[in-house]
């Protein structure tokens, strides 16, 4: 489904991406994990058409990317939630979601998405009316990632979900990501919490200093201490 390839990536002179390579298969959960500064948050944003200059191929569903500014790409089917949520406090939950459905390329009725979005988030469902500043830290994040599902992506990439957020939120967190792709939706999923993050993903890469050091299926590299030890510790 999202094919990259030789995917580097610059910021102004800093060379950050040297030549990655990943794949993700429709109805996978993929993991992407690595040390601080490895260039994951870049790949990403590569992906979107939010990093630097960017060469190389990404294709989705076939369609190559980079050349294809940021909104295109969101309305040929891909999420993305950033590291920073940009939930815009002051507004509540509700029209939270209605900036979702602006910037959405689908024109459904807002009720229906409301309500969509109401029974995957029940947690949200009872605070449509709340400010969205008022709500936790994982709260929030729930609300970036429903604001994301508003437009239906095929794929959703995250950026660190479960950073700073009380554990049992990453837990409803992670049953709520198991549960949308279930339903059919791909997600590519960035984490420093390995164990959690391999735990519920398809399959690995680690990623080191601008490349993929290392790929394989989820369940084999949860078992590799080695690896995890070289790549992995923050
Ligand atoms: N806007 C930017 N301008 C210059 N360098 C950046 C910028 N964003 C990130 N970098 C650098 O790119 C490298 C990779 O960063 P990043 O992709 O955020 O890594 P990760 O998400 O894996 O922690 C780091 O060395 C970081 O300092
Ligand atoms: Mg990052």
Partial sequence: ML??????????????????????????????????????????????????RSTGSVTFEGTSLLPLPTHRRNALGLGYVPEE??????????????LGLLASTHKRREQDVIAEIAETFPRLAERLDQD??????????????????????????????SEGIMPVLVDEMFALFARLRDEGTTILLVEQNVELALGIADRAYIMDQGMIVHEGPAKALLADADIQERYCSV
């Fill in 3 to 52: 094919r990259i390839e030789k995917l580097q990536a610059w910021y102004g002179p800093s060379h950050i991406l040297q030549g990655v390579e990943m794949q993700v298969g429709r109805g996978e959960i993929v993991c992407l994990i690595g040390r601080n500064g490895a260039g994951k948050t870049t790949t990403l944003r590569s992906v979107m058409g939010l990093a630097g």
């Fill in 85 to 98: 949520r940009r939930i815009v406090q002051g507004l509540s939950v509700r029209d939270n979601l209605r």
């Fill in 132 to 161: 969205a500043i008022t709500m936790s830290g994982g709260e929030q994040q729930m609300l970036a990632i429903a604001r994301a599902m508003v437009s239906r992506p095929k794929l959703i990439m995250l950026d660190e979900p």
